[in-house]
């Protein structure tokens, strides 16, 4: 039976029982969800006694299943205000699955102002004063070094960094990854929300943990197979992922006339080759050292999107260097070198705050005067400035909608206060959708995922036309709330998008590890109830469909080169999320 | 679009870039036409194998292979790896529909 634990910061305890029923059969997202939906007053401040954190490994973390390592976080969003789901790679998820615990729910503030480190092992939990060196100010980088000397190179961590600590809107969890460095569940402030119970980290510590229980082994190992080879097979893994990076979108985006640029004032820059996946691979090749091209960011990832960013001498950087981050830094924000947006990313990670919303608030800081345009030293200062709780830094990891206010714009590109990421919704009208309608505010991860009827929709969508995009954007949130559920990395989809085969692969997986007989038809039903209940949540919170609504200066300011605005009429954006 | 009179201005995306940076020594570069040419006639001229090609772009919108390419265009070659929901989003998926050019899922040594 799995355990399912809770701590109680306000009397510093915990309690560890069996599942409760309701939950036993989900995991990921479908369990933080509802979870959330349950047990959170929606309309408590996110920051205040009654929010409460939970962390869940997927259902099919700790197996051999490739690329099942990802880790789910729940919570009210600071930033947002509405439920949030935020997830990430790293060790954390494998190793609580191994150890049995289905979720850790943190609750509760402490008196005073000391921060704690919880520490979860298999004989028990225990809440300790952290160190005094991993704090006020130690970044995220040193932060996991001191824990390492301290408890042991083995353990897992998640961390809240300086920008946590100072609960700010952007600040992310950083989940120690397997060599030190670190993952993020990025979007939605959850590590102000960690910040404010004080908890500076979480370390796991698998030490006698064994394998997780598989009702049909050789049923398994069948399906992981056919799922593996799926991956493999598909150019977007052999070709695309692995070589380049998710940052292989720029060019893509740029040549579409959908890349955002200049807070959202152009689809298209100059400049897209100092930046693109293709000179990042050029470079890391050139430069040697310590760069590698492929890296995966848990264990048994076979796509190795990830990538480790060396300097002129070859010394790391940064790793997981993404193409929303490198969009938002190097085109929103016109920063020209790849090397200066590396130092910024290695110094977000470093501080702990989601990339695309500070890169996107960043953006919008400039338009407002605050930065000059395209100024890589002085991003990097204001973001370091952070560690020190600095009054522009504090702006900037307010999040765009604050940096939006504090600079009297009209142009702030939020859905629900969140920054929209990297794909333009008036050249890219699917994901617009998306942008609008989810509960989770501007979230590109929020319609990853091809469900069974997608391709029949895909045959006729025209990026810059209205037909098909309702049906494509329900179907995507559909299948992606379904699958963060599984532990599974959304990247996972680029491959199986062709092949049914790999799709059903995926299913047999989690019949074969549970002994039960999911259908796609009931993977699609998962999918709904988990958007139900966020759905729920976010209207107990006080949100309508008013709010489900793009930046209004979309409508009227058409975007260079295909000159379009945003003209989905409120009527056809309320039919995303009927189903 | 500035007039550039005859020339393509080109581009090559994923492992195309270095191939066409190298056979043509910068990225963008320019290719005179004298008349309309199909993509895939194009793109044999410039020495590009047709499994290295998912989609062209022309002036910023995605078109299949066949499609005519006229004198002072801006082309973008694609090949396949781009991410699957982009695949659709952007439209790949819709215009390789029927066309015996498509691209579903092609390895080396299948193709």
Redesign the interface.
């Known amino acids: 039976m799995m355990k399912f634990i809770r701590v109680d910061m306000t009397t510093l305890s915990s309690t560890t029982t069996d599942v409760p029923e309701k939950y036993a059969g989900l995991g990921g997202r479908a369990l933080t969800s509802n979870f959330v939906n349950d047990e959170v007053k929606a309309s408590c401040h996110p920051l205040g006694r009654n929010n409460k954190l939970i962390i869940a490994p997927g259902l099919l973390s700790g197996t051999s299943a490739p690329n099942s390592g990802r880790i789910s976080v729940g919570a009210k969003s600071p930033l947002t205000g509405t439920i949030k789901e935020s997830n990430s790679g790293g060790s954390s998820s494998q190793m609580l699955a191994k150890m049995g615990i289905k979720a850790l729910v943190i609750e509760g503030m402490p008196k005073g102002d000391k921060f704690y480190i919880i520490k979860v092992a298999m004989d028990g939990v225990t809440i300790e004063e952290a160190p005094e060196k991993i704090l006020n100010g130690c970044g995220n980088y040193d932060a996991i070094k001191i824990l390492n000397e301290k408890y042991g190179d083995h353990v897992g961590m998640a961390l809240a960094g300086p920008a946590g600590e100072y609960r700010m809107p952007s600040a992310n969890i950083s989940f120690k990854d397997p060599d030190g460095n670190m993952r993020s569940a990025g979007r939605g402030g959850l590590g102000a929300v960690l910040g404010s119970k004080k908890v500076k980290g979480i370390v796991i510590d698998p030490t006698g943990a064994g394998n997780v229980p598989i009702a049909d082994p050789e049923a398994f190992q069948a399906a992981s197979k056919v799922f593996a080879k799926a991956l493999l097979?598909?150019?977007?893994a052999?070709?695309?992922?692995a070589?380049?990076g998710?940052d292989?979108?720029v060019?893509?985006?740029n040549?579409?006339?959908?890349l955002p640029a200049h807070n959202f004032t152009a689809g298209?820059i100059d400049h897209n080759?100092n930046i693109?996946?293709?000179t990042m691979n050029?470079t890391i090749s050139e430069r040697g050292g310590e760069g590698k091209v492929s890296h995966g960011c848990h264990k048994g990832c076979i796509i190795r999107c990830s990538q480790w960013y060396a300097d002129k001498q070859g010394k790391y950087i940064t790793s997981g260097f993404e193409y929303e981050t490198i969009w938002g830094l190097g085109a929103d924000a016109g920063i020209k070198s790849l090397d200066a947006i590396a130092y910024i990313d290695r110094a977000m990670d470093d501080v702990g705050v989601d990339s695309i919303e500070t890169a996107v608030a960043v953006a919008t800081a400039m338009e407002g005067g605050l930065i000059p345009w395209g100024d890589g030293e002085a991003v990097l200062k204001i973001v370091k400035g952070i560690a020190k709780g600095e009054p522009l830094s504090r702006i900037i990891a307010g999040g765009t909608a604050i940096v939006g206010k504090v600079c009297g714009l009209y142009r702030v590109p939020v859905v629900k206060d969140q920054g929209i990421p990297a794909?333009d919704p008036r050249a890219?009208k699917?994901?617009g959708l998306t942008y609008a309608t989810t509960t989770m505010g501007a979230d590109h991860t929020a319609?990853?995922?091809?469900s069974g009827n997608?391709?029949k929709v895909?045959?006729?969508?025209?990026?810059l036309k209205k037909d098909g995009q309702i049906e494509?954007a329900r179907a995507?949130q559909i299948g992606t709330a379904a699958v963060d559920s599984t532990g599974m990395c959304l990247?996972v989809?680029?491959?199986?998008?062709?092949?049914p085969a790999g799709y059903q692969a995926l299913i047999d997986m989690i019949n074969a590890q549970y002994g039960i007989s999911l259908t796609s038809a009931d993977v699609d039903e998962l999918g709904k109830s988990v958007l139900k209940v966020e759905l729920e949540f976010n209207r107990k919170a006080g949100f309508t469909n008013l709010d489900d609504r793009l930046p209004e200066f979309m409508e009227y300011e058409p975007i260079a080169?295909?000159n379009v605005v945003w003209d989905f009429t409120p009527e056809e954006i309320d039919e995303v999320m009927k189903f | 679009?500035a007039d550039r009179g005859k020339q393509l201005e080109i581009?090559g995306?994923?492992?195309l870039?270095?191939f066409l940076r190298k056979r043509y020594g910068s990225?963008p570069f320019y290719y005179e036409i004298n008349e309309p040419i199909s993509g895939l006639a194009l793109s044999q001229e410039l020495g590009i194998e047709r499994k290295d090609i998912e989609v062209i772009?022309i002036?910023?919108f995605?078109y299949e292979l066949e499609h005519m390419i006229e004198p002072g265009d801006r082309i973008?070659f694609?090949?396949?790896?781009?991410?699957?929901?982009?695949?659709?989003?952007?439209?790949f998926?819709?215009k390789n529909?029927g066309n015996e050019s498509n691209?579903?899922?092609?390895?080396d040594e299948e193709s």
């Open positions: 097979d598909h150019p977007v052999g070709q695309g992922l070589a380049y998710t292989v979108l060019n893509i985006l040549e579409a006339g959908g298209r080759d693109s996946g293709e050029a794909y890219v699917g994901i319609g990853y995922c091809i997608i391709l895909g045959a006729d969508l025209d990026p494509y995507m990247f989809y680029f491959g199986i998008a062709d092949n080169p295909h | 679009m581009r995306f994923l492992q870039d270095s990225m772009f002036n910023g995605v973008a694609l090949p396949p790896g781009c991410p699957g929901p982009y695949r659709i989003a952007l439209g998926y819709s529909q691209f579903k899922i092609q390895k």
